[in-house]
């Protein structure tokens, strides 16, 4: 086994980049290479080396954030205790401290061969050190769901779902601000912003709506609308079918007088001041009379058409609705009788 004389798995802050690099390098050496090692396995072992010894050097000069990219790729290639400690002690410091401190403590419980290189051995008394100082500031939330017993629910912090086994216990948590999700089939999702202090507890209540009981109102709203909406179609349909059978009336009675005027002059040119006519123009007077019934009727029933026409839009509240159906009437006007027909 390769050893090399150091006392500690880190150096000083005041240390270079390259003693730094050559404790990393003699903790994953001795701990790799005592005995034989296939070709993968050496190549993964020489590029943790060297990410380790990168974010190592970070880390010493206070950058974390991106020493953390670098020790995680090391610590997934090959494991080593001095890489996982100082992979913890910089998640601690961004504020990840659950996985920080979770890390620590599996160094801590990671037994050590009797003849493990001193790197080793520091990192896990450095492990202890720093775990002290971090486990008291850890926060503890509950997240109090308002929803019956036998609702499936399902919480998320920050977007990372809760495993169902502690939805409703508390929950080692980072300080600082977080947003919690609730979600349960039938319901409506529920959400907020919760802050937590250093190591303060604090129970967090959110409250599920089941969408069941909003279901038969929505179910119903449409049918509202809708019944609404046809009777105001209806109403539109009934104005506008009045006005076009007092349309019609005006127009029949029209045609009609029109008639009678015809049927009048020609009387007057045939009869004389008494009112007395000949005998074969006795026809004629029983038309004039007719198409005189008929305009008086139908102007009457055209002024009663529009009539109602107006009052019906005056009556009907709220925005047109889209056309009806238009109805149809024509006249029907006989030598001898008038009237109207029409599909509606």
């Not at 880190?10 to 980049?17: D, E, G, L, N, V």
């Not at 979770?102 to 160094?107: A, H």
């Not at 629910?153 to 508390?170: H, K, M, S, T």
Request: glycine share 10%.
């Amino acid at each position: 086994m390769l050893a090399v004389g150091v006392t500690d798995g880190f150096p000083p802050r005041s240390a270079t980049r390259h003693g730094a690099s050559a404790v990393l390098v003699a903790a994953l050496v001795g701990a790799t290479l005592s005995g034989p090692a296939r070709a993968d396995e050496a190549a993964d072992t020489a590029t943790a080396r060297a990410l380790g010894v990168a974010g190592v050097a970070l880390a010493e000069a206070g950058n974390c954030s991106l020493a953390i990219e670098k020790l995680a790729r090391a610590e997934a290639l090959h494991h080593a205790p001095s890489t996982a400690e100082r992979l913890g002690e910089c998640e601690i410091e961004v504020g990840k401290i659950v996985a920080g401190t979770e890390r620590l403590q599996r160094v801590i419980r990671e037994p050590l061969a009797p003849n493990a290189p001193p790197p080793f051995v520091a990192a896990v008394a450095r492990a202890r050190t720093v775990l002290d100082k971090a486990m008291p500031r850890i926060a503890m939330l509950r997240v109090d769901v308002k929803a019956p017993a036998d609702a499936h629910v399902a919480i998320a912090i920050d977007g990372e779902p809760i495993p169902d086994a502690v939805v409703r216990d508390e929950r080692p948590t980072d300080p600082g601000r977080h947003e919690v999700r609730a979600t349960a089939p039938g319901y409506v999702p529920a959400s907020a912003s919760v802050f937590l202090a250093d190591g303060e507890s604090k129970t967090f209540s959110l409250q599920l709506s089941p969408v069941a009981s909003a279901g038969p109102t929505s179910s119903r709203t449409p049918y509202l609308v809708q019944d609404s909406s046809s009777s105001g179609s209806h109403s539109y349909a009934a104005a506008i079918t009045a006005f076009a059978v007092g349309g019609v009336g005006l127009a029949v009675g029209a045609i009609a007088g029109a008639e009678v005027m015809s049927k009048s002059s020609t009387l007057s040119s045939n009869c004389n001041a008494g009112g007395e006519c000949p005998a074969n123009m006795q026809a004629d007077i029983s038309s004039a009379k007719t198409w005189a019934l008929i305009s008086t009727t139908s102007f009457a029933i055209g002024g009663t058409g529009l009539l109602a026409g107006i009052m019906l839009l005056l009556t009907q509240g709220g925005s047109p609705t889209p056309e009806p159906k238009a109805a149809t009437v024509l006249p029907v006007v006989g030598g001898t009788s008038a009237g109207l027909r029409g599909w509606f």
